[in-house]
């Protein structure tokens, strides 16, 4: 039997009568947009997280630009990031209007590099958004120090980190902004698209409410340019519901997570390697990433083995056609192109059982060797 890469349906299974409920109750009331479980959620949300304001939005892409376009940041400006990450996060910066400039990686991580932040700031440098791939933070401390020394916004991409924690603190509470995703697969996701961005500064929060809503504050009165990124009240209920275990879940990813590392780094096999969790940190594990030799053997015999991988991702965003004019081709980028080479995702999720997990590790083991 094949091992499913991510399993949403025994997830709602155990949810299924607060899903449900909550779900039947927006079909009754009837306030499909905006209705009470957004101000709920939001509420729930910002709690959670640690933060004074949680704005809902219609998903992961829009939570990272809806903070761009609040900024004022765009034409001429330059936004700092990692070159290793989906694509969404170069795309918001372009369509900002701004210029995404790259940073590489620490091949340990997989996040940016703090130490070749600050080689990359110029006069045209307005913010640096870090990206905390695979559900685990950057070097925060680091990059809100030379954020701070420069006078730049920090806005983390925290699409697969909801719930991660650095040095005690979660994720989304660290930055001037932080948005993240609530596409299914992410680590709280939703029954289709979803995102929520995170601040603590009222002001920022007030523009960005304004922006979710066609820019105004007051209906049929536009202030400012905006955009429709409202996060639909189904949607919300169904987080509120998927809030209820979510801590559990955490916990459960973290269980995987540890058990897998423990079974590989026995694994001695040359090119082979775990992802570093820094020790101060909890990661999401939106993915459980490895990286090895040659990729396209490992994949095809984990395969036949009944275990599904993905690559995330295969070409870093600069390399992309449409990017390929963002990139300086003075920046080293050479660790991020070594990722793109070599790591594969393997399967996890909460409700993964003892069974299960045993399954994947005999799979990489043998798969290794
Ligand atoms: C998923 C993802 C996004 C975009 O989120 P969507 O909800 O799909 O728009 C942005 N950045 C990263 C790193 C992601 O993984």
């Known amino acids: 039997m094949t091992v499913p890469f991510i399993d949403l349906k025994t997830q709602y299974k155990v949810l299924k009568t607060s899903i449900d409920t909550r779900i039947q109750a927006v079909l009754e009331h009837g306030a499909y947009i905006n209705g009470p479980e957004v101000v709920e959620l939001e509420k729930v949300l910002a709690d959670f997280v640690g933060v004074k304001h949680c704005l809902t939005i219609a998903n992961g ?85 030379i954020a701070k020394k420069h006078n730049l916004k920090v806005i983390e991409d925290a699409a697969q980190s909801f719930g991660a924690q650095y040095k005690g603190k979660r994720s989304c509470s660290m930055t001037d902004a932080a948005g993240t995703s609530f596409f299914p697969a992410k680590p709280l996701g939703c029954y289709g698209d979803g995102g929520a961005i995170f601040t603590n500064d009222s002001n920022l929060y007030k523009v960005m409410k304004e922006i979710r809503e066609h820019g105004s504050e007051v209906r049929y009165y536009h202030t400012r340019l905006g955009l429709n990124a409202r996060l639909d009240t189904i949607q919300c209920a169904v987080l509120l519901a998927k809030m209820e275990r979510y801590n559990w879940e ?31 940190n909890h990661s999401a594990w939106a993915q459980y990433t490895l990286a090895v030799s040659n990729r396209a053997d490992f994949q095809k015999k984990l395969q036949e083995a009944g275990v599904p991988t993905s690559i995330h991702y295969p070409r870093i965003m600069p390399d992309q056609p449409f990017y390929q004019k963002t990139a300086d081709p003075n920046v080293d980028l050479s660790k991020s192109r070594w990722a793109a080479d070599h790591v594969i995702s393997i399967p996890l999720y909460p409700d993964m059982d003892e069974a299960t997990q045993d399954k994947v590790i005999a799979a990489v083991t043998a798969a290794s060797k």
């Open 61 to 145: 892409t829009d939570a990272l630009f809806v903070p761009l376009m609040a900024m004022g940041i765009g034409d001429g400006d330059e936004v700092i990031t990692t070159a290793f990450s989906f694509i969404a996060t170069a795309e918001v910066i372009m369509l900002a209007g701004a210029k995404p400039v790259y940073v590489d990686i620490d091949p340990r991580t997989y996040n940016i590099d703090a130490t070749k932040i600050e080689a990359a700031i110029t006069p045209k440098t307005k913010a640096i958004m870090p990206v905390s791939l695979y559900g685990q933070i950057p070097d925060m401390d680091a990059i809100n120090a």
């Open 250 to 280: 955490l916990e459960q990813r973290e269980r995987v997570a540890a058990r897998y590392t423990d079974a590989f780094v026995k694994i001695n096999a040359p090119g082979f390697s775990v992802t570093t969790l820094e020790s101060h």
